[in-house]
């Protein structure tokens, strides 16, 4: 399996809180869940839990959006894929 050494949990978990300040965020590594499918060659596979008042009165597309633009700088560097949860911390309480 081809790794890439320099994207980990914490570095996403760093640039998301840099640009969303999340009142709740959680980012886990599922590159492991992947290996042996065709994505797993391209890069590591995360999943991302966030609660931000950035989300305030978005849809459900431009919060992804947000999550990928402040993860943009690390996706060429061997994301493959995001799973993303993005919530307001209204939606959080509920």
């Given amino acids: 399996m ?3 050494p320099g994207v ?3 570095r996403l978990a760093e640039a998301l809180r840099a640009t969303l300040h999340p009142t709740m965020l959680d980012v886990r590594d ?11 060659r391209e890069g590591r596979h995360f999943s991302v839990s966030v609660v931000s008042a950035a989300f305030d009165g978005l849809s459900r597309l431009a919060r992804h ?3 990928y633009d402040a993860a943009r700088p690390l996706i060429a560097e061997g994301i493959h894929a995001l799973a993303i949860e993005a ?5 959080a309480q509920r």
């Fill in 8 to 10: 980990t949990a914490e």
């Fill in 2 to 4: 081809i790794t890439f």
């Fill in 30 to 40: 599922d590159s492991a869940l992947h290996a042996g499918h065709a994505g797993a």
């Fill in 87 to 91: 919530r307001t911390p209204a939606e």
């Fill in 65 to 67: 959006r947000l999550v």
